[in-house]
C-alpha cells in the first residue's frame, strides 16, 4: 500500500530542538501553516540530554558542596539518614537524578503546550526528505513550501575510546548514572568536561581530567584557562595536559570514562533548498545560537555571528565574548582588569575567587572573559554595549548598584 500526501504546509520542521521549535513557534506568529516532526523528546538535545539535565544536577551538586561550610556561617545540619558522606550530609544520587527527571519533564510538558496552543502541528516520527519539498513520516507523505532540518547532534566518537555504555561513557549516557563512581576520568576539558568534572567533585568523587592540549578550557581566553587550573587544584580535580597516551591503559584502575570531545550533526548534509539550523548546520553548537538562527530565518532580524556569548557554569561560573587576548597583536589594545575579591557582594557570598578582564581599542570593547558567581548575566550587560557600540567612557556614566557583581564591570573600566 502506498504512500499518500496528508496535508500542505508553508514550513516543514525536523526536529525540536532550540532551533526546531524556534522557528516552529515564530512561523506560527506569521501566520504560517507549520509541522513539525520528532522521532524522540520534544525539546531536542539541550532539553533532554545537555544543558538542562546537567544544570539540574549541577545544582544538587552545589547545594551539597555549599552545605559543606555551613557552619561557617553558622547553620548546622543535624544527623540524617542513610550513609553520611560529610557530616550528618548525605547524597542520595538516585534522587539526585530523579530531581533531573522530574525539572526536565516539567519544562518539555510546558513546551509541548506552547507549541499545541500556536497551532504547531507535531508529528511523533522520524522523517525523511523525499526531495526538496517533500517529507516522508510514519507512511505518510507531506508536501511543504519550505523545509527546515534541524536534526541536532550526537556525542563525537573518539578513535579508540569507542563508546560501550558501560565502561566508556558518552555526555548523554553519563544522565543515566545509577549511581556515584568513586572515581571517574574525564577526556576533554571543553564545556561539557569542565561541568561534570565540578560536579563529580562536589559530589566527593576523584575525579582526573586529561586534556590534549596544553591548558584547559582551550577555547577560552589563556587567563581563564589559568584561573580554572587553580580552581580544579582547590578542588582537589587532577589534571593531565599536554596527553598523547593511551587512555585506556593508563587510566585502567578508572571506574568510569567519560569522553567529553564535542558533538557532531547526527546527520550530513544532504538536500539543496534544505535550510540547515542549530547544531545539523555544523556551527557553532549552543542553544542560544540555535535559537537566534531560527529566528533570522523565519523573521529576517539579524544577529552578529562574531557576538554569542560562551558560559561554562558552575561555582564560579566562566563567560566571554568577542576576542581573546592571545589573539590580539601585543601593544594595539587596551586591557582592564579586577579581581571579584575587590567587590564586597562576593565576600557576602563566600565566592571570592576569579576576576573580570575587558579588552578594548580606543574606547571600544573588543572582548570581555569573567569568571565569577553570576558571569552567565555579567557577559550580557557586556556584549549589549558591544553591540551597540557603547564606549566605555559611556558606561562609566552608568550607576551600577552595591552591593552587586554588575559594578566589578564599572569598577574593571577604571583599572
Known sequence: MGVNILKKYDI???????????????????????VMFE???????????GCIPTKAVMHAAELYEEMKSCEDVGIFVNSCAGSSTFGGISVDFEKVMAYKNQTVEKIRKSLELSLKNAGVTIVSAEAKLQCKNTISADGELYECGGIIAATGSKPRPLKGLEFDHEFILSSDDILNLKKLPK??????SGSIGTEWA???????VEVTVVEVADRLLPAADFEVSKRLERIFKAKNIKTVLSYNGDIRQDFKDAQIILAAVGRIPCEEKTEDGVVYLGDACGSIQLAHFAAKQAIEEIKGIKFDKSLVPSVVYGCPEIAWIGAREQDLEQGTY????????ALGKSHC?????GFIKILSREGKILGA????????????QILIAMQNNITTDKLKEVCFAHPTYSEG???CLFR
Open 12 to 34: 516543514g520542521i525536523i526536529g525540536a530542538g532550540p532551533a526546531g521549535y524556534t522557528a516552529a513557534l515564530h512561523a506560527r506568529s506569521e501566520g504560517l501553516n507549520v
Open 39 to 49: 522521532k524522540d523528546l520534544i525539546g531536542g538535545v539541550c532539553l533532554n540530554k
Open 183 to 188: 572515581n571517574i576520568v574525564i577526556v576533554g
Open 198 to 204: 565540578r560536579i563529580f567533585a562536589a559530589f566527593g
Open 334 to 341: 587596551q586591557k582592564s582588569g579586577l579581581l571579584i575579591s
Open 349 to 353: 557570598d563566600n565566592c571570592t575567587d
Open 369 to 380: 572573559h569573567i569568571v565569577s558567581k553570576e558571569a552567565s548575566a555579567l557577559i550580557h
Open 409 to 411: 564591570i564599572f569598577e
